[in-house]
Nanobody, 124 residues
Framework: QVQLVESGGGLVQAGGSLRLSCAAS????????MGWYRQAPGKEREFVAA????????DYSDSVKGRFTISRDNAKNTVYLQMNSLKPEDTAVYYC?????????????????WGQGTQVTVSS
């Protein structure tokens, strides 16, 4: 199965932007749907966004819809999360995730593979 490594986190002011990247090892990246989750201090990990294997279908949580964009480049084995109009409440550790198999109900599924996470901090 794939191994996932996130990058691109950091400190940004409210209203700013960041782009997270998740590089996957292995030759089977294109067989996985991919997702992003986040976990704020004292809170449970929550679904943020997901994308299907070809990149033709995406899904977002209501809290980020219209501000975040998930995309993937199968030639580079990489999935991205472009985050715009960031708010202090977006502060969290962001995790990349991979889903095996079919189906698009990602928010209700448990991913098969997790990355180690990258910290995003949004100051007010």
């Amino acid at each position: 199965q794939v191994q996932l490594v996130e990058s691109g986190g950091g400190l940004v002011q409210a209203g700013g932007s960041l782009r997270l990247s998740c590089a996957a090892s292995g030759r089977t990246f294109s067989t996985y749907s991919m997702g992003w989750y986040r976990q704020a201090p004292g809170k449970e990990r929550e679904f943020v966004a997901a994308i299907n294997r070809s990149g033709s279908t995406t899904d977002y949580s209501d809290s980020v819809k219209g501000r975040f964009t998930i995309s993937r480049d199968n030639a580079k084995n990489t999935v991205y999360l472009q985050m715009n109009s960031l708010k202090p409440e977006d502060t969290a550790v962001y995790y990349c995730a991979a889903y095996a198999g079919y189906g698009t109900n990602w928010a209700m599924r448990t991913p098969n593979v997790w990355g180690q996470g990258t910290q995003v901090t949004v100051s007010s």
